[in-house]
């Protein structure tokens, strides 16, 4: 079964520093695995994708992640925060229990960013 | 008009009421999703459904049931509602993937659909 961990339910940091949230991953499959940001009172709306190429992947608003076999990670970061980045962060992996599934969503990690 | 459309987007209940929570998409999308939001639990697939005729428990889907009317439509729900199931419910679509790329099926979330039970 396929399941991910977010490690800290907040994160917070002043504009203009840099912002890593962190996703480890379990899969007994090579996975896919995704990013998602959800701003106050809105659906949540993909960051970037993890689908077996490129290691590194590059997501909107500046923000990146790489794909970790190793270590099973699949941090996010941002080299400069922005006070409109703060949001609640979602990391996922595609299930494999059934063929072309649902994704799996890790707890959340809420972004503060300060002035 | 948005991609993916819940109704309604808010609504307040009492326990033992039969509630409904509708979704239709305009992305032309096969596979429907009902998710649910709790604060610190992050998202719980509910159900999902591959097309018409294909409708699949997730993993929380005691006190729940759906109704795929369409490919455009897909309705959670709740025949009677108990105040745990107070909770931000989420439709979503996704495509199979194309190409090098298949199954890396992007979700496509709509508003939400706040519903709280008393």
């Known amino acids: 079964a396929q399941s991910v961990t977010q490690l800290g339910s907040h994160v917070s940091v002043s504009e203009g520093a840099l912002v890593l949230l962190r996703c480890n991953y379990s899969s007994s499959v090579p996975p896919y695995l995704f990013w998602y940001v959800q701003y106050p009172n809105q659906g949540l709306q993909l960051l970037l994708k993890y689908t077996s190429a490129a290691t590194l992947v590059k997501g909107i608003n500046g923000f990146e992640a790489e794909f970790k076999k190793s270590e099973t990670s699949f941090h996010l970061t941002k080299p400069s925060a922005h006070m409109s980045d703060a949001a609640e962060y979602f990391c996922a992996v595609r299930s494999f229990n059934q063929a072309g599934t649902a994704l799996i969503f890790g707890k959340g990690t809420t972004l503060s960013v300060s002035s | 008009d948005a991609d993916v459309t819940q109704t309604p987007r808010n609504r307040i209940t009492k326990t033992g009421k039969r509630i409904m929570l509708e979704c239709s998409q305009t992305?032309?999308?096969?596979?429907m999703y009902w998710y649910r939001q709790d604060p610190g639990l992050g998202l719980r697939l509910i159900y999902y459904s591959f097309d018409v005729k294909d409708i699949n428990k997730g993993e929380i889907s005691d006190g729940y049931s759906v109704s795929r009317q369409a490919q455009a439509k897909f309705s959670l729900s709740l025949e009677s509602a108990i105040p745990n199931q107070t909770a931000l419910y989420f439709c979503?679509?996704?495509?199979?993937?194309?190409?090098?790329?298949?199954?890396?099926?992007?979700?496509?979330f709509g508003a939400g659909s706040r519903l709280t039970v008393l």
């Open positions: 992305k032309g999308h096969d596979r």
């Open positions: 979503a679509t996704s495509d199979p993937g194309q190409g090098a790329d298949p199954g890396a099926n992007v979700l496509t």
